[in-house]
């Protein structure tokens, strides 16, 4: 069997999907799972396991898989993933468990994302029998609803303390959210494996901006301890001349309009959003990839401006097949230096033509510009996507937290403590941004920290 070809996956055609929202992959049926499945080989040292950031028994849950066992195969996957029909869909498996599968030496690795998702998607309707430790009097304070602390949440409370769960917006879920369109990553999937973590007991209290709404020193007056895992809301800007014109968006709040605002349902909901015929995305992450989608989706013709070409793209490569497949243009080796603008209104971009010199501290090649050449676009609409910084509330209310100089808040790598007794945090918050698996792996670590903290007392 493991000589067997790759189970392909069933996706929306490209020029169907380009006029509609809905899941671009389709997941495996029944029939394909199985497949895919009898392909594993079942190692007796799974490399595998070591690859995934939250350590889910991969081989166990396969093995499950190929007899037909796929609510046990669900509650396997459980004991370690609480959103498994998220991670299934949106972790670059690609870098992590799916590299270390002993396949890939000589052949496609098992799609064990893939079969992550079949076997949430197939027990999403079966009740899975939940069980907690008998209940604890401490209570735990988190702050944000993102995967970092979703995972914080359900293993503190399966573990029997009171865990309130703090989100700054009105819906939980953090960047999976506000961030991610329904083509990647439905709403209705957020919703069903938020329910789960409900239905561990714990409290969610929406609307509530720790820093302004309540300060983080005055919640710990009410909890034992509290984990920070707000993520990395602020976007980062380019600053050039023009960056402030109408027409110009971060990427954060472009997105946020159309996911958590339903932007393009308008006038069903009350949030539109203006973007002109001439779409110019800059960067080249799966936060680009994302903003170029919806806009094509809106009915724009989209250009993609990355500096450095399609091999440093950091986006994941189905993402960037996928927007190939849609019509999107790349324009590689390619950096704006100035946005123009009529009225106030962007109407174009002077751009540098950019060569690759040696590997930088990323360990791609360093973009180099080319002395003399540069060019223009137009553009209606410019959506600015090169990354995100932690938002600076929580630190700069609170006493005695150390952050880094990008406003990240300093932890010990080891345990998830903060420089203040009692305050543990993780995630997006403390790296920046990363991957929701790396998220729910920092999270991890965080409950097993304050788990050990609170029946101790040690700090």
């Known amino acids: 069997m493991a000589k067997t070809s790759r189970v392909p996956m069933r996706e929306q055609e490209p020029e169907e999907r380009i006029y509609n929202f809905n899941e671009v992959a389709l997941g495996y049926n029944e029939e394909e799972a199985l497949?895919?499945?009898?392909?594993?080989?079942?190692?007796?040292?799974?490399?595998?396991?070591?690859?995934?950031?939250?350590?889910?028994?991969?081989?166990a849950f396969i093995a499950l898989i190929k007899e037909k066992r796929y609510r046990d195969a669900y509650t396997k996957i459980k004991e370690k993933c609480s959103i498994p029909a998220i991670?299934?869909?949106?972790?670059?498996?690609?870098?992590?468990?799916?590299?270390?599968?002993?396949?890939?030496?000589?052949?496609?690795?098992i799609a064990i994302g893939r079969l992550e998702r079949f076997v949430a998607d197939y027990s999403a309707?079966?009740?899975?029998?939940?069980?907690?430790e008998s209940s604890r009097d401490k209570r735990v304070a988190v702050i944000g609803s993102g995967p970092a602390s979703l995972t914080v949440s359900s293993d503190l409370a399966k573990t029997g303390y009171h865990v309130a769960l703090f989100e700054a917006l009105h819906l939980p879920g953090g960047v999976l959210t506000y961030g991610i369109p329904d083509f990647r990553l439905p709403k209705d999937i957020i919703k069903r494996e938020f329910e789960y973590v409900l239905q561990l007991g714990v409290e969610f209290i929406p609307n509530v901006v720790i820093g302004k709404t309540i300060l983080l020193d005055e919640l710990l007056k009410d909890y034992d301890a509290?984990?920070?895992?707000?993520?990395?809301?602020?976007?980062?800007?380019?600053?050039?001349?023009?960056e402030n014109l109408l027409g110009v968006y971060s990427a954060n709040e472009f997105l946020s309009?159309?996911?958590?605002?339903?932007?393009?349902?308008?006038?069903?909901?009350?949030?539109?959003?203006?973007?002109?015929?001439?779409v110019i995305v800059i960067g080249g992450g799966n936060v680009a990839m994302d903003a170029a989608r919806v806009s094509k989706r809106l009915g724009a013709d989209v250009s993609i401006l990355y500096r450095r070409t399609r091999e440093e793209l950091p986006a994941r490569l189905e993402e960037v097949i996928r927007a190939e497949e849609?019509?999107?243009?790349f324009m590689f080796l390619s950096a704006p230096l100035v946005f123009s603008s009529n009225n106030g209104w962007v109407n174009g971009i002077e751009c540098q033509e950019m060569e690759l010199g040696e590997p930088d501290a990323s360990g791609r090649r360093a973009p180099i510009p080319k002395k003399g050449a540069?060019?223009?676009?137009?553009?209606?609409?410019?959506?600015?996507?090169?990354?995100?910084?932690?938002?600076?509330?929580?630190?700069?209310s609170t006493d005695g937290l150390k952050t880094g100089r990008n406003g990240e808040i300093i932890i010990d790598p080891a345990t998830g403590k903060t420089s203040k007794v009692g305050v543990f945090a993780g995630g997006d918050i403390v790296s920046g941004s990363a991957t929701v698996i790396e998220a729910m792996g920092a999270g991890?670590?965080?409950?097993?920290?304050i788990h050990r903290y609170l029946t101790t007392g040690v700090w």
Do not use: W
Request: aromatic share 4%; glycine share 8%.
């Open 35 to 59: 497949l895919e499945a009898r392909r594993c080989l079942q190692c007796t040292k799974p490399t595998c396991v070591e690859g995934c950031p939250v350590g889910i028994d991969i081989p």
């Open 87 to 109: 991670t299934g869909r949106v972790c670059p498996q690609e870098n992590q468990c799916e590299r270390s599968c002993v396949l890939s030496k000589v052949r496609e690795p």
């Open 125 to 132: 309707e079966e009740a899975i029998d939940i069980e907690t």
């Open 226 to 242: 509290i984990f920070i895992g707000s993520g990395a809301g602020a976007p980062v800007f380019l600053n050039i001349p023009g």
């Open 257 to 278: 309009r159309i996911n958590l605002m339903r932007a393009h349902h308008f006038p069903e909901y009350d949030t539109p959003i203006k973007i002109g015929k001439k």
């Open 326 to 329: 849609e019509g999107i243009n």
């Open 374 to 396: 540069t060019f223009s676009l137009k553009a209606d609409t410019v959506i600015i996507a090169i990354g995100n910084r932690p938002n600076p509330i929580i630190s700069r």
């Open 444 to 449: 991890r670590i965080a409950a097993m920290s």
